[in-house]
């Protein structure tokens, strides 16, 4: 049987949630609400895009979401994007999953011009099977629907030979509720507790951490 493996990107490869927690605390200052960045950051890996509902009233949800969203993605792609730096050990640890026969996809809520930079910046072109971004689904569920998707673009029927590994909460989540099993990395930010109650199986600090480890972790025992 085929084994896979789909990767979320930010915080799990490369290094953006505080980067983006700022930029969206800078977005929310200009519509009139200071929120401290401990709290956004939360309340990002709890949520994902959905998280704006915390800190807006609903009516001012319903009429400024949608504006606020694209002065966020600009001032990210202005003034964040070019400071993202891939965790140490991040392409090697893709190379080896490669050598040992893993077919990789990755999962992205990131806007797809931002994946495609993070690739880039990974340099990882070559072994990349199957790509997906939140441009791809349906926006509901994207913690659901986007490894669901990137699954489907690996030609799987179902999640049985795939294993996920994230760096946030709300991916694990969703990535479990699908049938995954998931590896957490707390490079993302959040606490060995915080993954595995979220559902994690194992948790590694970053990639490099989880090269490291490779023998005595869940991607060495499956297939």
């Given at each position: 049987?085929?084994?896979?493996?789909?990767?979320?990107?930010?915080?799990?490869?490369v290094?953006?949630?505080?980067?983006?927690?700022?930029?969206?605390?800078?977005?929310?200052?200009?519509?009139?609400?200071?929120?401290?960045?401990?709290?956004?950051?939360?309340?990002?890996?709890?949520?994902?895009?959905?998280?704006?509902?915390?800190?807006?009233?609903?009516?001012?949800?319903?009429?400024?979401?949608?504006?606020?969203?694209?002065?966020?993605?600009?001032?990210?792609?202005?003034?964040?994007?070019?400071?993202?730096?891939?965790?140490?050990?991040?392409?090697?640890?893709?190379?080896?999953?490669?050598?040992?026969?893993?077919?990789?996809?990755?999962?992205?809520?990131?806007?797809?011009?931002?994946?495609?930079?993070?690739?880039?910046?990974?340099?990882?072109?070559?072994?990349?099977?199957?790509?997906?971004?939140?441009?791809?689904?349906?926006?509901?569920?994207?913690h659901?629907?986007?490894?669901?998707e990137?699954?489907?673009?690996?030609?799987?029927?179902?999640?049985?030979?795939v294993?996920?590994?994230?760096?946030?909460?709300?991916?694990?989540?969703g990535a479990?509720?699908?049938?995954?099993?998931?590896?957490?990395?707390?490079?993302?930010?959040?606490?060995?507790?915080?993954?595995?109650?979220?559902?994690?199986?194992?948790?590694?600090?970053?990639?490099?951490?989880?090269?490291?480890?490779?023998?005595?972790?869940?991607?060495?025992?499956?297939?």
């Amino acid at each position: 049987m085929p084994k896979a493996i789909v990767f979320e990107v930010d915080g799990t490869l490369v290094d953006t949630n505080v980067l983006r927690a700022r930029a969206w605390q800078e977005a929310l200052a200009r519509y009139g609400r200071q929120v401290r960045l401990p709290r956004v950051l939360a309340h990002m890996a709890r949520m994902g895009d959905q998280f704006l509902s915390v800190f807006l009233p609903e009516d001012e949800y319903l009429r400024y979401a949608d504006e606020l969203a694209s002065f966020y993605r600009a001032l990210f792609h202005e003034e964040y994007l070019h400071k993202v730096r891939p965790f140490r050990g991040a392409p090697e640890l893709l190379r080896h999953l490669r050598e040992d026969g893993w077919r990789i996809a990755l999962a992205s809520t990131a806007d797809p011009d931002e994946l495609e930079h993070y690739i880039e910046l990974l340099g990882v072109e070559d072994l990349i099977d199957a790509r997906t971004t939140d441009a791809e689904v349906d926006r509901n569920r994207l913690h659901e629907e986007i490894p669901a998707e990137a699954v489907r673009l690996l030609g799987l029927d179902g999640t049985d030979d795939v294993l996920a590994i994230a760096g946030l909460p709300y991916d694990i989540e969703g990535a479990v509720r699908l049938g995954m099993r998931c590896v957490g990395l707390v490079c993302g930010g959040f606490t060995d507790e915080e993954l595995q109650s979220a559902g994690a199986l194992a948790v590694f600090g970053t990639p490099l951490d989880l090269l490291t480890r490779y023998a005595d972790s869940p991607l060495a025992a499956v297939g």
